[in-house]
């Protein structure tokens, strides 16, 4: 049930377009500052994420048992509405072909706008930085966007996806955290992808070029204070035979950029199919999550 759960998901997502504006997760924000208001200071910790990631989690656990106890079918579509919701919020692939697209007709303020929303305002001036930027995102996103809400729908069903987006909700909010309560959450996040990344590392590698890609894990995810992320923009990059400082020519320039960027989502797609390929096999062979 979980492949077809996640094959119809996926089909809602690539064709009904953008579903961003359904996506809203204000609605944990405001719980999240409600709850914590009303803890005590021992509470504003890992005790205090416990209880804002675990009541909603929870919830969400027991309307989805009651749906499935009452007739499947409910139950599927509850499953489906939730790992719809969780993805995202963004489309990424979206993102990234307008950008690439913008790039090729010559539109740099179109292209500029696309470039902003992918890497949250913070867009190189220089070419070639931009685009390993742009690259990097793509890496990281399509993890933390699809992959990574993949993996724990089929641990844990819908309670995992919403365990992993409400940790990513956390995560972002409180990114420059250094104790307390921000840096529980952050620590709750990086737990819960230390192995989806790892596979989605490994699914990159599978990809592009094997022997690449684990050399530069090897070698340069260490180097990341963001463990998590550096496993997948080294693992991406030596799948991708990519290098940052690789000159290009002024003539070229356009053109190599998004055919680099083009390459990457190729890629992204086709480790994504190799996690549907190794779910389908499971399914055949008698598990059925």
């Known amino acids: 049930m979980a492949l077809i759960t996640i094959l119809f998901a996926l089909f809602i997502e690539h064709f009904l377009g953008t579903l961003e504006e359904l996506r809203r997760f204000g609605w944990f924000a405001t719980f999240t500052d409600w709850l914590r208001a009303r803890l005590p200071a ?21 309307v989805g048992h009651g749906l499935a106890e009452a007739w499947s079918l409910l139950g599927f579509l509850f499953a489906l509405l939730v790992l719809v919701y969780t993805f995202g919020p963004r489309d990424l692939e979206a993102e990234v072909e307008a950008y690439a697209d913008a790039r090729e007709r010559g539109d740099d303020q179109s292209a500029r706008w696309y470039a902003a929303s992918l890497l ?14 742009i690259i990097e995102t793509i890496l990281v996103e399509a993890h933390e966007r699809v992959l990574g809400i993949v993996f724990w729908f089929v641990v ?47 699914s990159y590698a599978l990809a592009g070029s094997f022997n690449d890609a684990s050399r530069r894990w090897r070698d340069e995810a260490l180097r ?30 356009g053109q190599s950029e998004t055919d680099d960027i083009r390459d990457t989502l190729a890629m992204v797609r086709r480790a994504a199919l190799i996690w549907l390929s190794i779910l389908a096999l499971f399914t055949l062979a008698g598990w059925h999550g």
Do not use: K, M
């Not at 509470?43 to 027991?62: M, N, R, W, Y």
């Not at 693992?235 to 991708?240: D, E, N, Q, T, V």
């Open 42 to 62: 021992a509470g504003d910790g890992p005790l205090g994420v416990l209880l804002v990631v675990g009541l909603p989690v929870a919830a969400v656990a027991l």
């Open 224 to 253: 990341w204070s963001d463990e998590n992320r550096g496993v997948l923009v080294s693992a991406g990059f030596g799948a991708l035979r990519y290098r940052r400082d690789a000159v290009v020519s002024a003539e070229g320039e």
């Open 120 to 133: 949250d305002g913070n867009v190189p001036e220089e070419p070639r930085q931009r685009t390993s930027a």
């Open 156 to 202: 844990l069903g819908p309670l995992g996806a919403v365990l992993y987006r409400l940790s990513r909700e956390l995560d972002s909010r409180y990114a420059d955290a250094d104790s307390g309560f921000g840096l529980a959450g952050w620590r709750l996040h990086q737990i819960l992808a230390w192995l989806p990344t790892r596979l989605c590392a490994f």
